[in-house]
T-cell receptor, first 116, second 116 residues
Framework: DAGVIQSPRHEVTEMGQEVTLRCKPI?????LFWYRQTMMRGLELLIY????????DSGMPEDRFSAKMPNASFSTLKIQPSEPRDSAVYFC??????????????FGPGTRLTVL | AQKITQTQPGMFVQEKEAVTLDCTYD???????LFWYKQPSSGEMIFLIY??????QNATEGRYSLNFQKARKSANLVISASQLGDSAMYFC?????????????FGDGTTLTVKP
């Protein structure tokens, strides 16, 4: 089975540019999460969706960040305009309560974003 | 107060020996889940093991076991017969609430180095 797919794997951009990160969750999973990882702040939850609906976006740092999930198999995280302090690894993860009681989050490989 | 505390920033272990990585958690919920993830230098987040708060037995997955002490709010990861490939950062995480499949809180991580 395919795991969580993220693209691009690496992104280098200049300050002020728009950046779009993409994620395809595991088929059948109804929860999708966006995390950011930096050395200083560790792993931070930015936003998560349930059945394509944003449930909690309290971790989104500011209005420059937006996330969408137009359907069950695709989500985007957009940063506009980007700033050097946005440089980080961005992970997408998905999970499902399903019929079991374990709701393990499975992570994608991450997108390493560098904003110059 | 931190919900997940990993007190060991770095640990060393000799190849083929066992090692315990500490994790304590803080929650007032009766229902919660505890997870361990491995992050090797390549950056991906790999799910290792899950323990539910109502599970009476400690979880095991191959060489990984979770030493769950509910009264002490402790969920230590035990790796038996360490291998060089176990060198990585290890994260403990907690999901609170039975039907709240969404938010998980991650600890700051422990870097494990396996010596040959």
């Amino acid at each position: 089975d395919a795991g969580v797919i993220q693209s691009p794997r690496h992104e280098v951009t200049e300050m002020g540019q728009e950046v779009t990160l993409r994620c395809k969750p595991i088929s059948g999973h109804d929860y999708l999460f966006w995390y950011r990882q930096t050395m200083m702040r560790g792993l931070e939850l930015l936003i998560y969706f349930n059945n394509n609906v944003p449930i909690d976006d309290s971790g989104m740092p500011e209005d420059r960040f937006s996330a969408k999930m137009p359907n069950a198999s695709f989500s985007t995280l957009k940063i506009q305009p980007s700033e050097p302090r946005d440089s980080a690894v961005y992970f997408c993860a998905s999970s499902s309560l399903g019929t079991g009681y374990t709701d393990t989050q499975y992570f994608g490989p991450g997108t390493r974003l560098t904003v110059l | 107060a931190q919900k997940i505390t990993q007190t060991q920033p770095g640990m060393f272990v000799q190849e083929k020996e066992a090692v315990t990585l500490d994790c304590t958690y803080d929650t007032s919920d009766q229902s919660y889940g505890l997870f361990w993830y491995k992050q090797p230098s390549s950056g991906e987040m790999i799910f290792l093991i899950y323990q539910g708060s109502y599970d009476e037995q400690n979880a095991t997955e191959g060489r990984y076991s979770l030493n769950f002490q509910k009264a002490r709010k402790s969920a230590n990861l035990v790796i038996s017969a360490s291998q060089l490939g176990d060198s990585a950062m290890y994260f403990c995480a907690m999901r609170e609430g039975r039907f709240n499949a969404g938010k998980s809180t991650f600890g700051d991580g422990t870097t494990l180095t396996v010596k040959p």
